[in-house]
């Protein structure tokens, strides 16, 4: 059964479906990553826009040679839940937070986040990426956010090429360089001028 996982995971990686941020080869040969790096993968490889407040920090055991995506996920959900952290969803978007009270006027509903991925691979595991944003007309769109300050990192999505981008403030996708990543959005600088990239939640029926 590991070789089948292991097999599995290889060619989803191969054929670019599930997106890895950046880290260290120690990291993964010890089988523990940092509970952000965790968290962009389930974000990518599932298809969910989330928004991380405050600073998470820990290591989480990933060893990708023998854990599937939801396997992933739910070790992530439990190392969280240890941590004190709720998951509040809303068009879309999961916020994970300390303090859920804080946006109750934004996020009316609160929901376990199994429970939120489940309702969204029921209907396509690795469906397509998010909703371009309005504010610009861009083939960008920016998935996830974790934190605020000078530690901050935002995931986008490149829809065209279909890569995926964990970035911090300095760093450049294609032409464009990251200039601030703030609670919601991500202010880009590139050829024709400033450009923002915000989180769009999907509109209730």
Do not use: C
């Not at 901050?152 to 911090?168: H, M, P």
Request: glycine share 8%; no cysteine; aromatic share 6%.
């Amino acid at each position: 059964m590991r070789l089948i996982t292991f097999f599995l995971i290889y060619s989803l990686l191969i054929i670019g479906i599930v997106f890895i941020p950046n880290v260290a080869k120690t990291q993964i040969d010890s089988g523990t990553v940092n509970i952000r790096d965790a968290i962009a993968i389930v974000s990518s490889s599932l298809g969910i826009k989330i928004i991380v407040d405050g600073n998470i920090e820990g290591m989480v055991d990933l060893d990708l040679s023998d854990q599937s995506p939801k396997q992933i996920k739910e070790n992530l959900e439990q190392k969280l839940n240890e941590a004190g952290y709720f998951w509040v969803a809303e068009g879309g978007v999961v916020h994970i937070t300390k303090n859920p009270k804080a946006i109750q006027g934004a996020f009316r509903r609160q929901l376990p986040l199994s429970y939120y991925i489940s309702i969204i691979s029921q209907k396509n595991l690795f469906r397509p990426l998010g909703i371009p944003p309005v504010e610009i007309k861009s083939d960008l769109v920016l998935t996830g956010i974790f934190g605020i300050g000078e530690s901050s990192k935002a995931i986008i999505e490149d829809v065209i090429n279909k890569k995926s981008y964990y970035i911090s403030r300095g760093e450049s996708i294609g032409n464009s360089k990251v200039i601030d990543i703030t609670e919601n959005q991500v202010i880009l600088d590139g050829p024709n001028g400033r450009s923002v990239l915000k989180i769009q939640k999907q509109k209730e029926n």
